[in-house]
Structure formats: structure tokens, C-alpha cells
């Protein structure tokens, strides 16, 4: 098969596993292993974008992933990665998202940034980020794999949309001005259990750094950041595995709370 029959094979193949909620095996020896380009894996999740806005759905912002430097060398990369983020992921504070919508769901507490300003430069700043930034919010990220048992490469979570699939969002908005986005910290419950914590500089040492890599990054591929994009800036702490029925309550130090509720079966 050429390279772009591959791209649809896979792109394919991922849109299924979501859609039938089952998980397929890794995908990674089909684009090259291992060694494989990270941007054939980028083609597969633009192709899937683009079915997606072709069938209607509302592109809605970005998600950044691997900002963690731990998961960095887990995955042998030196930098994030990224996954859009449609209106239809989106659930409200403490709204119960559907049992049987997700295959191996998992949640991470994450600072949203929602931008007010295209952002187009070829190479932004800590400035245009601050400027472009209407307000940010505490916010939830919900990620699933659609490859078995997580058994993913860099290559496997950038083509099947950076394992992203839902997200809710705090309703307090908070300007920058008042939030010290480095050593916030970040507590997420399950009921009476602490199952995650954090700071701030867990995301790249300031999430900051990951909106301006994103910026740029998005430019380079041709789908910059828009006014009214919501920015997941990446996880504060670890991610924690979701079961039907379970409640998650997120604090930020500063961005207030927000709950990430899971229909029981």
C-alpha cells in the first residue's frame, strides 16, 4: 500500500475502535514501528479531523499531551504532542459522562487556557500567550486509548488524537493575573480518596510553555489557534483510572474546583 493508503487504513481502523468501543492492537507497526516519523502519525489524526468537521462536529480548541518530563523518557521523546478538541467531547461541571461512551478511560487534572486572539505568529512569546488568554480554568481531561491494555508508542497515542476523548471544564474563569501558574497546587479526590496530586510546574515548568510550544507547533501544521479556542494546557499530576459510577472533585490552588462525574453502569 502507498503511504497515503496507510494513513487511511489506520485513520479508519482508529475511528472504528472509537465508534464500537472496542480497542485495537497497536497501530505503530503499520506506520513504520518504532522508528516511524511522528508527522505519519499526525497525517493519520488530520485525516480523522478532517472526517470529523466534514461530518458536522465543531472544532473547539486543543489538547497537549506528554508535558510531563517523567512520560517524556517513558515514550523516549523531547517534547509534547497534541489532539483537537470538538464541542461534542466537552461535558459540564459534575454532568454524568454516558457509561459504555469510553473503552479504558483515565483522568487528569489540567489548567485550561481560553484564548480571546488568533494566534499566528510563526514563533509566539510568553506575551502573545498573556494577551491572547481571555480567562483560564480548572479543567478535567478524560483520555482513552482506542489501542489495547495502553499499550502505546509515541506514534500509536499521536495518530489515534493524542488518547484524548472528553474534557469538562470549572465554570469560575479566572484572569491570569491572579494565578500563580507555577506552584499552584492541585488536589483531585474520588470520594473521601486523595488520587492525585500536583503543582503547576509539573506541566513543562510552567503551563506556559506548553501554550507557546502548541502555539507555534500549530502554525507550523497549518491549523493555528483561533479566538475562543480552549487550550488543555497538560496534566498537573498523575492520571488515575476511571470506573462507571466514579466522581472525581479537582481543586487548583486559585482556579477553584471542578468534578468530573461517571455514569454508573
Not at 478535567?140 to 476523548?165: G, Q, Y
Not at 493575573?177 to 507555577?182: E, F, G, M, T, Y
Request: proline share 4%.
Amino acid at each position: 500500500m502507498s503511504n497515503s493508503a496507510v494513513v487511511e487504513s489506520v485513520a479508519q481502523a482508529l475511528r472504528s475502535a472509537e465508534l464500537s468501543q472496542t480497542a485495537i492492537t497497536p497501530i505503530r507497526p503499520e506506520l513504520g514501528g518504532e522508528s516511524a516519523d511522528v508527522d505519519i502519525a499526525y497525517a493519520v489524526q488530520e485525516v480523522n479531523t478532517e472526517r470529523a468537521l466534514s461530518e458536522g462536529r465543531r472544532l473547539v480548541g486543543r489538547k497537549i499531551g506528554l508535558t510531563s518530563k517523567v512520560v517524556q523518557a517513558q515514550l523516549g521523546v523531547d517534547q509534547p504532542d497534541f489532539g483537537m478538541l470538538f464541542a461534542d467531547m466537552a461535558y459540564g461541571d459534575g454532568e454524568a459522562i454516558p457509561a459504555g461512551l469510553l473503552i479504558q478511560p483515565k483522568v487528569e487534572a489540567e489548567i485550561a487556557l481560553v484564548i480571546k486572539a488568533d494566534l499566528t505568529k510563526e514563533k509566539h512569546t510568553y506575551a502573545d500567550i498573556i494577551s491572547a488568554t481571555d480567562y483560564a480554568l480548572p479543567a478535567v481531561e478524560v483520555v482513552d486509548s482506542r489501542i489495547e491494555n495502553w499499550k502505546i508508542s509515541l506514534i500509536d497515542t499521536v495518530a489515534d488524537n493524542a488518547s484524548s476523548a472528553a474534557f469538562v471544564l470549572g465554570s469560575r474563569p479566572v484572569k491570569l493575573d491572579n494565578l500563580d501558574l507555577v506552584n499552584c497546587k492541585m488536589t483531585m479526590t474520588r470520594g473521601e480518596e486523595v488520587v492525585s496530586q500536583g503543582i503547576g510546574k509539573a506541566c513543562l515548568a510552567n503551563p506556559l510553555n506548553a501554550a507557546v510550544w502548541l502555539a507555534d507547533e500549530m502554525v507550523r501544521r497549518g491549523r493555528p489557534l483561533l479566538a475562543g479556542d480552549i487550550i488543555l494546557t497538560g496534566a498537573l499530576g498523575p492520571m488515575v483510572v476511571a470506573h462507571a459510577g466514579d466522581e472525581f472533585v479537582v481543586e487548583i490552588e486559585g482556579f477553584g474546583s471542578v468534578t468530573a462525574a461517571f455514569a454508573a453502569e
